[in-house]
């Protein structure tokens, strides 16, 4: 069963990758064709559990989740967050169990990709199975950025480049530039992304209002000074840009 909410897309995933090249009537089938059904999720719902079956994979249509590690102490390291357009689980791609859970943060809609429909796409249009790899590697690299943080940076620079790292990824498929975010993230939730205590991301919060580098106002948060929050840390946007030289004509 497909849902269809006013204003949502048919294929997110469509939406995002004609950012980056001019998709053909063809492939814009084609992706279409890979999703079977979709479900909606409430807050909270897990999707996808650690160590469980896996034999397909997803597309964010609507809302937010994140992927998580549990340990073996008990508590989890939030891996990445996970938004409208984007093609979910590739991390379990590989084998038959899943090598993370996934969990709605919103009310959310997902579309299930069985990996056969994916094998298909690939095998029918090679520039999108590239275009399809070349996101997932600067994914990748996103998230070895903000992970890098943990080890390397203080508390500050920590949640600073997370914002920049969710406003950027907003921007692909907001239509525009976008300076402010409804966070639907729990301050347990960031605190698990960062390796820090909620206490603490509370406290950090507070230093960057103090620093006049974002407001708040309940979720929202707007940013206020970009440009000193990339320079204080590094950032880098990997999602503005994906190179599309090289790959094979449609």
Known sequence: MLLHPPGTPRNALTMRLARYVDLTGHERDALAALIESERRLSAGQLLQEQGGPVDGLFVVQQGWLHSSKRLTTGGRQILRFHYSGDLIGTSSIAWSVAAASLTAVSDCIVATVPKANLGRLFAAHPRLGALLYA???AEKVAMADRLTTIGRMNALQ????????????LRVTAGGVVDTIELPLTQTDLGDALGLTKVHVNRTFRALEAKSMIRRDGRRVTILDEAGMTAATGFVD??????????PNP
């Open 135 to 137: 996101v997932a590697c």
């Open 158 to 169: 920590r949640l600073t480049i997370l914002l920049l790292d969710v406003l950027a990824r």
């Open 238 to 247: 990997r999602y503005r840009e994906v190179a599309t030289e090289w790959l």
